[in-house]
């Protein structure tokens, strides 16, 4: 069985700092990972998912996530973050091969931009 | 752009009575997911759906939920007799092939009295 850890419910940050939210699997095959985004009132939204090759990932508004397989990590970085990037983010795999793609989620950190 | 739409944004309802969550997924996806998240707690797998049945259900999808596609466009989530432990917010996915991406619905927030 697979499992997903953020370590940080809440990362408050100010506009145009560098953010890292943190996350952890533990699975005994082969995964897939993604992280979603929530803004408020809104549904789950992809932002960027590994599926193989190169383990760096990077999403159209900047953000970007590594893979590192050693650790068992994919954590979520943006270099200078902006006030709508305030949103819920959640770390999720799937298992490679299995049947359909059932998403394992982590409990989410929040995010939280300010002036 | 497509997306999957929900309905209704919220309910409430009374303890015993039973409910049904709509969904219309992305016309030309074949595979279909209920998930839900209890306030405060991780989004959690449900169900998934395709070709008319269920492929692969948690154990939390006890004999209380079924699942059902009973026209082109909706999918559905009934949930035959509330209880109070099944209040969350509930969302729907749809993807158009296996490994594909899962895009997701807005949720319907469920609250059970």
């Known amino acids: 069985a697979q499992s997903v850890t953020q370590l940080d419910s809440q990362v408050p940050v100010f506009e145009e700092a560098p953010v890292e939210l943190r996350c952890n699997y533990s699975s005994s095959v082969s995964v897939y990972l993604f992280w979603y985004v929530q803004y408020p009132n809104q549904g789950l939204q992809l932002l960027l998912k590994y599926l193989s090759g190169s383990t760096l990932v990077e999403s159209i508004n900047g953000f970007e996530a590594e893979f590192n397989k050693s650790q068992t990590s994919f954590h979520l970085r943006k270099p200078s973050v902006h006030i709508s990037d305030t949103a819920e983010y959640f770390c999720a795999v799937s298992e490679v091969g299995s049947g359909y793609n059932k998403l394992i989620f982590g409990a989410g950190t929040r995010l939280a931009v300010h002036p | 752009e497509p997306e999957v739409t929900q309905t209704p944004s919220h309910q409430v309802t009374q303890m015993g009575q039973e409910v049904i969550l709509r969904c219309v997924p992305i016309?030309?996806?074949?595979?279909f997911y209920w998930y839900r998240q209890i306030l405060g707690q991780k989004v959690e797998f449900l169900v998934s759906f395709y070709n008319n049945e269920i492929s692969e259900k948690s154990e939390i999808f006890d004999d209380q939920f079924s699942v059902e596609r009973p026209d082109g466009s909706n999918f559905t989530l009934k949930i035959r007799s509330t209880k109070l432990e099944d209040s969350a917010m509930y969302f729907c996915a749809s993807s158009l092939g296996q490994q594909e991406t899962q895009y997701f619905g807005p949720g319907t927030r469920l609250l059970v009295l």
């Open positions: 016309s030309n996806h074949l595979y």
